[in-house]
């Protein structure tokens, strides 16, 4: 059974760096791509992006920011998002969700457990 | 590509059957998956390929419509119903959600 477990929540200061990690498990990392989501309180699920752990190739939502960063790393199966330049907007729950390569990209399953991450002075 | 939900909020009672509307800017063909999301928890996948339930999903959840319209339905609902629904389209990039219906226990 593929599974996919989030790092703990975060708390940083206006300006600094996070990274938040999503560890992969059950299944060859490489035949999935690991998509980022990001939800502010009481509102929706923005698409971030995505990450190809095969080859490091990366997606890009709309509006996404410069200071994001996805990785991943097939010698341990993590996969990893690293937002620089933290602003009090970016306070949000993070998660990240596997996708099939081999069924087209159709869907988006499992997801983490989602990631909190606060920016405050 | 925008996907617009409809309604926003959704008001029912246990025993009612609801359906919920998603509509995209344009056409996606069947590339459409809804995710049901409860307070503090990770969105689950319902359906995908905007009418195949996923493994494990009770079959009272439908999902019809193909193009730029789709429909999921829940029959005879049951208090774990009772939660926000998404859908997802996956047929380009950027991929992008709906804003969400959240559905209220009347």
């Known amino acids: 059974e593929v599974q996919v477990v989030q790092s703990g929540p975060e708390v940083r200061k206006p300006g600094t760096t996070v990274k938040i990690s999503c560890k992969f498990s059950?299944?060859?990392?490489?035949?999935?791509?690991i998509h980022w989501m990001r939800q502010a309180p009481g509102k929706g699920l923005q698409w971030l992006g995505l990450v190809d752990p095969e080859d490091g190739d990366t997606k890009f939502g709309d509006n996404v920011q410069g200071g994001v960063t996805m990785t991943a790393d097939p010698s341990t199966d993590i996969a990893y998002l690293e937002l620089t330049s933290l602003r009090s907007d970016d306070t949000a729950m993070y998660f990240c969700?596997?996708?099939?390569?081999?069924?087209?990209?159709?869907?988006?399953?499992?997801w983490g457990q989602g990631t909190q991450v606060t920016v405050s002075s | 590509i925008q996907l617009t939900q409809s309604p926003s909020f959704l008001s029912a009672s246990v025993g009612d059957s609801v359906s919920m509307t998603c509509r995209a800017s344009?056409?996606?063909?069947?590339?459409l998956a809804w995710y049901q999301q409860k307070p503090g928890k990770a969105p689950k996948l319902l359906i995908f390929?905007?009418?195949t339930l996923h493994t494990g999903v009770s079959s009272r959840f439908s999902g019809s419509g193909s193009g730029t319209e789709f429909t999921l339905t829940i029959d005879s609902l049951q208090p774990e119903d009772f939660a926000t629904y998404f859908c997802?389209?996956?047929?380009?990039?950027?991929?992008?959600f709906g804003q969400g219906t959240k559905l209220e226990i009347k």
């Open positions: 997802q389209q996956l047929a380009v990039y950027p991929r992008t």
């Open positions: 059950g299944d060859t990392f490489g035949d999935y791509y």
């Open positions: 344009q056409d996606i063909s069947n590339y």
């Open positions: 390929t905007a009418s």
């Open positions: 969700a596997a996708d099939t390569k081999s069924l087209g990209s159709i869907y988006l399953d499992p």
